[in-house]
């Protein structure tokens, strides 16, 4: 047991008031427990009824369903598994999150991704929830998930749940406009050793090494991934390539002690050096390494066939460490600088954010009962410690802790066959107050394959520590000016969203048919106006950015994912989206100016994926994206665009381990632009091979 | 047909004490009538509001009275509370038809000495009941598990080339090692199983089985075995590229090649079989044990690609069971 009440240390008393408030939590789990553990689950039977018969067996790995049936969720749902990875020749977080309708994601320098459901362009997307295996990676420090420093390789990727719509009333302030958990493979589900290497235009070099075994009790998989690449071609042209070299490790276990317990240990680190910066102006990108690590603790506990209680705990650390020498002042700045009253000294001109680093302690408990094949419910309770240190954002503040506790609630009952009602609520307790967000759906069948949805949601998001503390100073010499961005007392952010779905299951046909309208309104939404302000010389720039709840955001739009097999060997998938936003913005206070960004989520944007078995040793496949013209808010205009990509597989035996070659084509029509103009995505063509050793 | 409430008629609701006493055990007591002065009556004892003994109770009417079409079905769903259940016997009808075991039970708690029919339950709860009260002459119950048989059978078509087969076995599934080891061995199979308690770690134990075998066969145990098992037993198949056969629609949806099962509609019309033969006595009275007469094979395209085994469609599989089955030892 990881937490008894009377045995654990973290039930006594600690100065350190995070800990002390994560220690209760954990008492209060060590109580369930206690309550939970005995062995009741195998207690004797008489005999074997018609209920052991029909119970419901956990899904996994190749099966595509969850724990509820997709046609009983709140929610639309998309899953891309590992096959669906590998169909499509995605080779990176970008390529993976445009098969997903609604989703934007982009390129904002070759090796830094941004993803966001719904969102507006934003470099730092702020609204979406990402968790590997239940581990929240969204970072403090920066609002938003650094994808390049998950450490995950695609190929070690059981599946991507995808929660397309809002989830706060399920995982919280973070899953605003949306929820991802990526679920890697578990240790037992391979055997032996997989190399990897992936090779082609850009000096793309990518060698990942795969390792699954035992340990005496313990099954683990130990996966090593390193990446090479020199970024967009143009900008390499310009100055300093946005290339990376990147170094992964992970190391996933599983202990399995007794029939109704599991122990997932979990640890791995990743480090990127890339480059930061905008690549109109080359000159100034950053120099920047991202570094993290996380431990993880997860533990199942079968109560009986009908509960089970799980526990998770896991840190996450977070650095980033970035700055560029600019060269001497003195050719930098205007002459009058080393006068009076700034009296600046000529010197080597360092710009970047140097060090952030963030780091989370989270611990949550969660309980789930089916009552009967009507009844099912699940109640959960979390305690959350992060803390940020960046003099860049938060000034000399240094260091801001912040501790966070939830509880949430979800049920899901069908008073009749055909009918299903969903209920869900997340109270969140922060610095911020307290948050409520609940959820309510009907979900009707209109016949067992073919199933009506509505559902409303009422969101709220609590600011980061860092949208709330950021405050940048200006220092020249002696004279350290007012606050180039400063931050209003802010608010939480709140969304209002009403989905009518249609999902249809067509089994004869091999065909899945998901559809959806959708409404959602985010009122007092974070974004920065202008004020001016009078401290600098007349001769330099004297308007800073003001962080406020000053957005209004009303999107309606329509989503569509279809999938078919007109036979064993093919595979046809294809996904539609369209927005439509209406928004309001605070420009300037005074005076009083209002802008719109209506522009910033591409109206029309839609993929299609075709698979083919050739045989047993070969496959091809298309996978083809469209997105209309779009001006990112804070990227650029980027004109509409087609990318198709084109895949050649070869799986061959060789002795006792199996191979696979994939020949991959990016883009085999046009250039098209990656968030800013300059980011020019050319056609590029890869080679990856895999060999699995037993 | 009519459907009417029969609480007037029958004077149960004065029997259990009131309209409201009578809404709240859940009792819900319909007639299914054709209108005919002579007809046949069948008493339906339905265990509970669960799905699958609603869609068990609408095949097994819809088949009757396709099949006897002047039967008059009265139905009644069993509330919660055992003692006042065993309050609504007797029933007046001919014959007594029971879907799930708690029905089946109070069935044998209130013998008349009439015919009846047990649907839905397992050969196991049957054992117990029969040996609780033997020699019941009128008594024929159809159960939902599989002869070990049939299920090595699949086995045999889907993994033709195996020769080890292999399962684990819980507190109650042990019991059919025997009888599964003997048809294993019709079938040319060389079956090893392994017994598991709940301190048993179910990988380490599984591991060695699953690796030096060609097929993995579940055999269906207490709800929470199933799940404690079925997981590990799916991820150590994948691993081994060893098909796994299970036994019910969640096992193959969960991640097994294919299962084979009885589903309501097959337990709900072979049910109806026998009470029409009873009712208009084309057939002498079997009672005693039947294996289901209908069965459903379910089973996953994609595990079949994943472990890189030819999977025919499941109507082409359906052919070839039965083939088979006509054919086996």
């Known amino acids: 047991m990881l937490f008894t009440p009377h045995t654990s240390k973290a039930c006594h008393p600690s100065p350190l008031r995070g800990v002390d408030q994560l220690s209760a939590a954990a008492c209060v789990f060590g109580i369930l427990l206690s309550c939970g553990s005995t062995n009741a689950a195998f207690a004797a039977h008489d005999s074997l009824t018609e209920a052991d018969l029909l119970s419901d067996i956990p899904v996994i790995s190749v099966a595509t369903g969850m724990d509820q049936a997709l046609n009983r969720s709140p929610a639309s749902i998309t899953i891309i598994d590992q096959q669906m990875i590998a169909d499509s020749g995605a080779l990176n977080w970008v390529d993976v999150f445009r098969l997903v309708p609604g989703f934007q994601a982009y390129a904002v320098n070759a090796n830094r991704f941004a993803i966001s459901y719904h969102g507006v362009g934003q470099e730092f997307p702020n609204h979406l929830e990402v968790m590997v295996d239940g581990r929240s990676v969204y970072e403090p420090i920066q609002s938003t998930v650094i994808w390049s420093s998950l450490g995950i390789d695609l190929d070690d990727i059981e599946r991507i749940e995808i929660v397309r719509g809002p989830n706060a009333p399920t995982q919280g302030s973070n899953a605003f406009l949306g929820a991802v958990n990526i679920i890697t493979r578990a240790p037992i589900q391979d055997a032996g050793t997989r190399l990897k290497v992936i090779s082609g235009d850009n000096r793309t070099r990518e060698v990942a090494l795969r390792h699954n075994n035992n340990l005496g009790t313990a099954d683990y998989r130990l996966s090593v991934n390193y990446r090479h690449n020199n970024g967009f071609p143009d900008i390499d042209a310009f100055g300093p390539d946005d290339g990376e070299e990147a170094l992964s490790f992970a190391l996933r276990t599983t202990l399995t002690p007794n029939l109704n317990n599991s122990l997932d240990v979990d640890v791995g680190f990743s480090r990127q050096d890339t480059e930061f910066g905008y690549p109109s102006s080359t000159e100034e990108f950053i120099p920047v390494r991202y570094y993290s690590q996380y431990q993880r603790l997860h533990w199942d506990h079968l109560v009986s066939d009908k509960q089970d209680f799980q526990l998770q705990f896991y840190r996450n650390y977070f650095r980033a460490y970035g700055t560029a020498n600019l060269g001497l002042l003195s050719t930098l700045v205007p002459p009058f600088l080393f006068g009076a009253p700034f009296n600046l000294v000529d010197q080597p001109f360092i710009f970047g954010f140097h060090t952030m680093e963030s780091e989370r302690y989270d611990l949550e408990g969660r309980y789930r009962h089916q009552f009967s094949d009507r009844l099912k419910w699940t109640v959960g309770l979390g305690a959350r410690h992060e803390s940020v240190d960046s003099t860049l954002f938060l000034g000399d503040r240094g260091k801001v802790d912040e501790q966070s506790f939830r509880i949430f609630s979800h049920s899901e009952w069908s008073p009749w066959q055909r009918l299903t009602f969903n209920a869900g609520m997340m109270v969140e307790h922060s610095i911020q107050g307290t948050l409520i967000s609940p959820r309510l759906s009907l979900n009707y069948d209109l016949h067992p394959d073919h199933t009506l949805r509505l559902s409303g949601a009422r969101g709220k998001r609590t600011p980061s520590i860092t949208e709330t503390n950021e405050r940048l100073v200006y220092r020249a010499g002696d004279l350290i000016l007012e606050d180039q961005r400063r931050t209003e007392e802010l608010d939480e952010e709140q969304i209002t969203n009403i989905e009518l779905a249609y999902l249809a299951r067509l089994p004869d046909h091999n065909m899945t048919l998901d559809f959806k309208l959708f409404w959602e309104e985010i009122d007092d939404g974070l974004e920065d106006y202008k004020e001016s302000f009078n401290d600098f010389p007349a001769n330099l720039d004297t308007s800073r950015l003001v962080r406020d709840n000053i957005a209004t955001w009303e999107t309606r739009g329509a989503e569509m994912e279809l999938t078919y097999r007109p036979g064993d060997h093919t595979y046809i998938r294809l996904h539609y989206t369209y927005l439509d936003l209406d928004s309001e913005l605070i420009q300037t206070l005074a005076p009083l100016t209002f802008t719109d960004v209506d522009n910033s989520m591409p109206r029309h944007a839609g993929g299609l994926l075709v698979n083919h078995r050739l045989n047993d040793a070969f496959s091809a496949g298309v996978t083809l994206y469209h997105q209309n013209e779009v001006e990112w808010l804070s990227g650029d205009f980027i004109d509409e665009f087609t990318r198709l990509d084109a895949q050649i597989t070869y799986r061959f035996k060789t002795g006792s381990s199996a191979g696979k070659l994939q020949l991959i084509g990016q883009n085999l029509g046009d250039n098209y632009n990656e968030f800013y103009e300059e980011n020019v995505f050319e056609t590029r063509v890869l080679l990856k091979a895999t060999l699995d050793f037993p | ?329």
């Open chain 2, 1 to 329: 047909m009519e459907l009417l409430a029969i609480k007037s008629r029958e004077g149960l609701v004065k029997r259990i004490g009131g309209c409201h006493r009578y809404l709240r055990w859940g009792l819900i007591v319909f007639i299914l009538s054709c209108g005919s002065a002579q007809a046949n009556t069948v008493r339906l004892l339905v265990s509970g509001e669960q799905n699958y003994y609603r869609e068990t109770q609408q095949h097994f009417s819809s088949t009757l009275l396709a099949l006897s079409p002047d039967t008059r079905i009265a139905v009644t769903v069993l509330g919660d509370s055992a003692e006042q259940n065993a309050l609504l016997a007797p029933w007046p009808e001919d014959i007594i038809v029971t879907i799930g075991t708690p029905a089946t039970e109070l069935a044998y708690q209130n013998r008349s000495g009439k015919k009846t029919i047990n649907l839905f339950i397992t050969s196991d709860v049957w054992q117990r009941l029969e040996g609780e009260t033997p020699d019941q002459k009128n008594v024929a119950s159809v159960v939902l598990d599989q002869a070990p048989d049939r299920i090595m059978l699949l086995a045999r078509i889907l993994a033709p080339n195996a020769r080890k087969a292999v399962t684990v076995t819980g507190p109650i599934s042990s019991a059919n090692i025997a009888a599964l080891e003997q048809s294993a061995a019709n079938l040319n199979f060389t079956l090893a199983a392994k017994t598991l308690s709940e301190h048993d770690n179910p990988v380490a134990a599984m591991s060695p089985l699953i690796k030096n075998s060609d097929v993995f066969v579940a055999l269906p145990d207490s709800a929470v075995f199933n799940r404690a098992t079925a997981k590990w037993a799916l991820y150590l198949g994948f691993r081994s590229k060893i098909p796994v056969i299970g036994f019910s629609k969640a096992y193959t949806d969960a991640g097994a090649l294919a299962s084979i099962y009885a589903s309501p509609s097959d337990i709900g019309r072979h049910g109806a079989e026998l009470t029409a033969d009873a009712l208009l006595e084309t057939k002498a009275f079997s009672a005693g044990l039947h294996h289901p007469r209908y069965y459903t094979l379910h089973s996953n395209p994609s595990v079949a690609k994943a472990l890189n085994i030819s999977l025919p469609n499941e109507s082409a599989l359906y052919k070839m069971y039965e083939d088979a089955l006509v054919k086996r030892p």
